[in-house]
């Protein structure tokens, strides 16, 4: 796209000529030269345009196949100034400037890349730029003496670029430092290893060609300084990680290497001194160079493990603007504290949980309740960090900042489930712990075998080349990694796991050790949209319907609001002691008298009197599969009303193979027999779906089916009155749109509703334990054949540092293939601003 350009049309549609996406009729100028979308784009484009980069466009479309709409232009960045933030955020390099990492809005392609780099011909006093495509970290190096760091932010924003500090990045600087040190002594153990090999070229040459004593002797002796100086510098991570795990009394993976360094360099010292035989210190260099290279490959693919299950997206506002002394000012997120007020304008994420206390708006609690529905809120009302106000400006009393907000705890309920380690990562380790002692042993008895049948040099050489051979690291890399690689593989097809120990469970079940899957009816074999398809009764009700309704998150209840709402904040006022049990329906006084909505059931169990007509009503809307639901005033059922709720599109298929896979599925519903009957009658369960259930009574079922033993019980749910069942079965689901409740009580959260995921998920846990046992198989494997060899003098010091860091590249091998193999294009669906 030329900067220049005409309106770009595609038939009668106008595009934007920043973004490309299609330009609202409102906003169509055909006179003008150039049509937009927003006026983010349109100050994009200038901005551009006035930088002298119209570049830009050209570069875009020759290597994007994607397009990004600017999204900023106009959010404050004043916070970004205070020192809060600054000391938080940001760090001072050696040239005395300032840096920090961005993470930033709507980079798609390389010519993003190319114009976020020209940023210091941009902004003056900006000193450096650089953009990684693949993670959309930018680490931005400025002199503070020339520009601020909120004029920084505010031009990336305007070139449709919005940043956000990495939250991350402390944990970031500590990786890179970590891996700075390692590619320093690679380098130095490279350097080291190269002398040492000249030496040793020399000393070879001298034995076939002749050198005179004194300079063979010189060279032995500096052959030895440099080992010992490679042992002493950077190959002291072995011998440190070997005393560290001495002293706690445990097996480490670094002890037989560092027993295989020390014994190699004893024999070699002696040798020196003494004038005879090898001194083996060539060898020791290169070993140690090539551990530290295989070392530092291992690393680097974890690294990358864990990043991919990582939370990349911030949740809550980096800044906000908080009430100082009758006046507003800009600050950083981080320095709120309880009791703070914040206001918060439309388009805007609450910085924390708090209390309502000017404004009436509508706020979007998608990110805890999975329902995009806006909720009307008011004063005195509660709301949470990460909703988004969406029509009002609001002012809200800070009650909870940081982790202990409800978003906070949701994020460490899933950072705590990933540190756990499920049973077959604790076997790996206890193997491999077994394995490191009996290789211990094994090396003391072929040392003192070939120091007898040979001598004592063969006998060293022999013994080195087992323990460099043995050291079971692809042993202990195997397992998790693959698990650490599941995870990821599985957050990108849109399946949150929160512990790999769940794979494991999913995985332990087949056709002769069948599970038990417990799945809830509405919004898991159904799509859980209900709709209303027939009223009987007092039409003057549904507004006080909607109203007891209002603050529901079961679908029924949103279903009613749906139909017969909106409704005034007011309104929600005139309605006392409202009072919902979930699962059967809600009570509350309204102006016309006392009022209960919920099922036939509920109604029975409260006393409510139902005459001929509506008992009728009620008998019909079962026979014909519906959801009944009956709204009672002063004890008296006058209004019964029938809604559907359509089967998910393929769940015929979808149980047909998780049945195959293993899985006896069962329905537990709570809501009415015939509405449960004719689902159960369309997927073939028979028998197997029990209805009208309150929350305790799943619960007893899910714990009984847990207590019977065998193998795993899965529970799926969506609503807060499967939380409960949830927890207590071995496996939890929670299906999108559930609550908050469920999504923590849950080991996994789908983000699309149905079971289609609930198959992948199971098939993701099979192919992953597959690739699991196949690892482990390998690095034993390995082990084996090698200490064998080695034992029987067929493999050299050398020739087993060469071959010990490919058993663990063909374990990462394994695993990403594994990952690659079996890479779907899906991904979960994006929150929409």
Known sequence: MSAVSTPLRVGTVVRCDHCGLPVPAALQNLAGAHQFCCGGCEVAFETIRGCGLENYYAVRDRVATE????????????????????????????????????????????????LVERLPSITGGVVDARLSLGNSRARIVWDPEQTTLSAIATTLDRLGYAPHPARDASAHQARNRTERSRLTNMAIAGALAGNNMLIAVALYAGAFEGIEPQFAQLFRWLSLLIG?????????????????????????????????????????????????????????????????????LQSRQQRWAEEAVGL?????????????????????????VVGDEVEVRPGELLPADGTVTAGQSSVDQGLLTGESRPLRIGEGTAVFAGSQNLSATLRVTVNAVGDATRVGKLIRLVEDGLADKPPIVRFADQVGGVFVVVVALLAAANLAWWSITTDLGGAIESTVALLIVACPCALGLATPLTMAVAIGRGSRRGILIKSAAVLEKLASVDTSRPGTAFLDKTGTLTNGRHRVEAYFGRTDLKAWIAVVESQSIHPIGKALLSAFGPIEPTDALLVRERVEQHGYGVLGVTPDGDLLVGSPRFANERGAFVDREM????????????????????????TVIWLSDELQPDAKAHLDRLRRDGWNAEILSGDSRDAVQAVAARLGFGSAAIDSMAPE????????????????????????????????????????GGAEASLAAADVYLTEPGIGKLVDLVELARSTMRVTRRNLVISLGYNTIAVVLAAAGWITPLAAALLMPLSSLTVLTSAVVFESGNREPLQPPRREA
């Open 697 to 736: 009574q799943k619960l007893a079922k899910v714990r009984a089916a847990v207590a019977a033993g065998g193998a795993s019980v899965m529970m799926v749910g969506d609503g807060i009155n499967d939380a409960a069942a949830l927890a207590a079965a071995d496996v939890g689901v929670a299906v999108h």
């Open 228 to 296: 010992c100086l490679s042992l002493a510098w950077p190959g002291r991570t072995f011998f440190r990680s070997a005393w560290t795990a001495c002293r706690s009394g445990a097996a480490s993976l670094d002890q037989p290497i560092a027993l295989a360094l020390g014994i190699g360099a004893l024999a070699g010292s002696v040798n020196v001194v003494l004038k005879r035989g090898e001194i083996y210190f060539d060898s020791l260099s290169v070993l140690v160079f090539l551990l530290l290279v295989g070392r530092f």
């Open 67 to 114: 397009r990004h709409s600017a999204k900023g232009a106009g959010k404050p960045y004043a916070a970004y100034d205070t020192d809060a933030f600054l000391s938080r955020h940001t760090t001072v390099t050696d040239g005395g400037y300032q840096a920090i990492n961005f993470r930033l809005e709507g980079v798609h392609c390389a010519a993003c890349v190319w």
């Open 312 to 336: 990349t997206l911030s949740m809550t506002p980096d800044t906000c603007r908080v009430l100082r002394e009758g006046s507003l000012c800009e600050e950083s997120t981080e320095s709120l």
């Open 615 to 638: 008992s009728d009503a009620i008998r019909r809307g079962g026979e014909r599969g519906h959801t009944v639901v009956v709204a009672a005033l002063n004890q008296r059922v006058v």
